[in-house]
């Protein structure tokens, strides 16, 4: 199990879905910051199912306790431990989850893995709930880049074939990037969304999923940061969004189309902006040699289709090695992009606090 | 400074490009392991300059020195540490890229990183011959997996708008990743092979480069190995592929393109395969849940076009802040993708190496 | 903060000792573990307060509620939570902690360190009640340990200038120590027991304290198991018996009166024993080069004398920089040792199955 | 193998005893720390053999050579990577050492642990001779220290039963520290050091080995560094001492003494001293709750006499399993104490540039 990370701060996730609470520690979170509790609860509501209605209807309340590390609402310095109690306890038999695995989930490696001895209900610990805790930790995190001046923000940037306007490299917006924070469902272009909105419903309609792409913009962060090779800025996020479930690719700036450029296009070349050392493309979502260039960070994850969809689907009962069909009961998300963006957002906006403590600057 | 990685297994990479000598010190490798030198050459040559004429004609001979670890050939347990002496050391002035930084290389803000002490001549640490320490500890690992039924091999997917044949995903050939890891541009479609040249080529009679995709394939591994969340095969693949210079996008399986799919077409469906658990297609890339699943590993690597170009730049002047231009002089790759592939193989030989040490299996 | 502990199990521990709860994640504890939670309890109770008439009549349940990681009483192989809710939580003013820092306490430097943030009552994240969580933690890897035929037990060594029988070295009696294990007070010799509790009495009745020696041996580790150098046996057990409180010397073996041997005497000689490979004396405890060598292991660990006295004692006021005088209330155990027994043994415990799992042993 | 130790400053050691070279790649070390060479040589030579009369003849030059990470004599914030070139390289037939394992040593345990595969001649990766590269780095970690004003030095506290003078731990003079620090065999009181290299020469004479303890301290550090529990300044530390061949003990300040003392005796009461805040007893070493209090760390690790004694001792043939006598040829140290020093010193300058590191001080 591997349900930690950070190399200054580290975040440890605990939990499972129908166990009796999910929740994180964060060891070495900086003392001193009073908690913006109104915010943590937006970006944990941006996350949890019910709240828009591309998501599942299930209620989740979702609120964390802090168990520690927090006194008078402001960080001691010592490990933050949050919590949500389940309400949605484990209850039935999920024994047919190891005979007939559902396909494109952990069912089945992990069946390997743990040698039949992990929780199955509500897919346990590999359950898309243990992302809650991840967004608390985000939603802390987040407060701390604001007071350095950084700002975190993402949109939708595709679901099946539509795109949203993508983000502007070179000239993020940060007031937009504050808007889109607080939304349900964050898209910049309201045509785009309406657009969205209908793939998602058809896809519910068929009993099918559908995937997309967040796009994560950061602001405001110096040049300088980070470290080379292994500690590159690339690599810690994309250690960190892998590490939520459903993300099957990560590209920063131009990202995969970089590679059908030639070099006279792709360079971003060195000018003056407002006083300041600016590049005039971005192609290289404002890292270079793994260090922060102070041009806006951008990282696009691409999700998968959630893998539960109440269509009958063939799979094999692993025990006879017969064919078998599976319907997933339940209500599933027909698109979690939606509600994986907070995530995505929340990891980067740890491996950033994580990278500015490894740099001495919180 | 962060130029090691593994949790189980450690490789530390030191070195810079004119300095004394560059090198790698692997702590953890598994004791009795005879190692194959030949075999190692074999990789080393795959990334050394000169040897296909899309590279640059300088000379490298890149042999690696053992200096400890090996006793009469076979590892003892003991940190194993190779060293490749530099003929090319120091010298000139390289003052010039601290005031005209070369765009979308690392000279700014390594500069700003290392307050103007980092060693600028030929890059120094964040020079692309840094990854030969890199190619010789995976030619290592690469052993260790073969000894263990495990094949790695990869081919350049695409340079510029040219794609070689992808991999099937659900049927890699085992024999073809073995004849592509011996090439030195290594193609399947002999077609592509000779359009990808043409391209280069073309880069090159105009002083620019071009950038590509390499994608690697891993056979034989088998279902239930990796770690949950931030210890996802996925993760530690990424942190180390964003490790390697250039490298702007990491995806696995379908990738990017999965977020377009249903997930009716998107999940990968079990059924019995020569009396063995596979599935159908492998649009998760042979990862579920972190885990490996028992189907090939397919890894795709997005790399942009060498920075370094003859053509003129536009850059600034960062002492005067005003603009300027740049002519890089020197013979550089117009094309890294075919030398890069060797590395993206390696790290994803010492990632696999890690991970199966981690579940106690090496 | 460094509350974690562990190269392939982590242990993480949060809490404050008048906050919500107190607990611990353990990331990586193997599957499969069917947890005796009788056996849990009893070493709960051996480091609990007032369940043995040397240590303080406060009252702690001290039951640990499992919060995740465990499915119908055996491990998943998620992470494993522990979560011991507090029942004196916070009340009253601290603030002259700041004023008047307690002697030997962390008071001072952690007001220094956490610049006034941290959570004074009950000394906060510093309070010895933070090792009840360790003593679960160790409570479930004495078990792992015990599947593996290898017994962890001690006593109190000293009380004072009161010594118990050392144990044997060479012939640590595998029963005794299971004997030990279930004891509140652990002493071998009653007489010496008599001895140690009378010199706890007279230090109650002065107002004051007293500090002792726990001696810790293992029985049943097998040659060849550790790292060398900074992985040592001794590094990994010294790393985490320095965390607990009150601890400020570790020795193996002869500990520090193998510096007044001559090598002739103190080298351990290897015969055989009962067909096995052993040693006639056992002065290195245990371990050579930083492993095991088959012989049982012992450590000592030196602990303090609670700071916490009611006598009235000198301090400084650290805001108007003038004498002043201090009296500590509230009830203090005026010996600590045997209370903190068992959380040594729970470290060595954890850092056992620590190192077995890096050697792929478990 | 765990060569490698630091958390946010790696020091990685390689080599063997024979082996071509041995050396050590020093990751996150600062950039900007110009070198004192001449500094390093001579914490060099208190380390190598041949420079005081106590200790073996064999001549070492131990002249590390600067591989990587250094630009005209100041560190890039690269690697920095340092080499010593060994002249005594593998010759001769060392497998009596696995039949007839030395007692004592790392024979027996580290064949079963590397299964026959580890190097065996000198002692391989076992030798102390890989104590040098750790000399080099924390001679490079001593100019940093020294720029942030604080002092790290040591003297010979005990050679067998004779003691030097203690340091007074509330007072330690920084000049003597200087003093101590260029010495080849650091003793404060010469009629001491009379009568331990009388000790030593006894035992020579006698082909046996001595044992002792170094001391060392530190002064100059503020209050507030260090993390707590495992991340204590004791923990991190011992953790580094530990892995110095021959320590078997490790305490700070009064160490297994405090054991004895009452509370009232124990305890270190603030007063104003030079109007700063101090302790007028130093029985805690300078920490507190894992934290410096800005009184001078005091710690003491007791290192076990040389095992290697050409006294012929009783041994096993593990092959036989019969009983054999073994005498160990060749010139060995009958006391490592003065020569360990430097080693203890410098594991503790690394530890302490690190723990600054992770607290944002440098």
Known sequence: ???????????????????????????????????????????????????????????????????????????????????????????????????????????????????????????????????????FAGAVC??????????????IYSIGEVKDTPFDMVNVDENMLEWLNCRAFSVIDEKSEKEMRDVIENARMDCDSVGGVCEVAVTGIDAGNGDVMFGSVESRISEALFGVPAVKGVEFGAGFDISKMRGSEANDCYYIKDGKIATKSNNNGGILGGLTNGMPIIVRAALKPTPSISKEQKTLNTKTLSDDTLIINGRHDPCVVGRALPVIESMVCFILCDILKGNGKI
Request: glycine share 12%.
């Open 142 to 155: 987040r407060q701390i880049l604001k007071e350095k001046g950084i700002t975190v923000g993402g949109h």
């Open 1 to 135: 199990m591997s349900s930690n990370i950070g190399r200054y701060i580290k975040m440890q996730i605990f939990g499972e879905s129908h166990g009796k609470a999910i929740g994180v520690v964060i060891d070495g979170i900086p003392h001193g910051i009073k908690l913006d509790m109104d915010a943590i609860a937006v970006q944990m509501a941006r996350r949890a199912p019910g709240n828009d209605k591309t998501s599942t209807p299930r209620k989740e309340a979702d609120i964390p306790e802090i168990i520690s590390g927090v006194l008078n609402g402001v960080t001691t310095g010592a490990p933050l431990c949050a919590m949500i109690v389940n309400s949605n306890t484990r209850s039935g038999d999920y024994s047919n989850l190891v005979d007939t695995p559902r396909p494109s989930h952990a069912d089945y490696p992990a069946n390997i893995r743990f040698n039949g001895y992990n929780d199955l209900s509500g897919s346990g610990h590999f359950s898309g709930r243990l992302t809650a805790p991840m967004v």
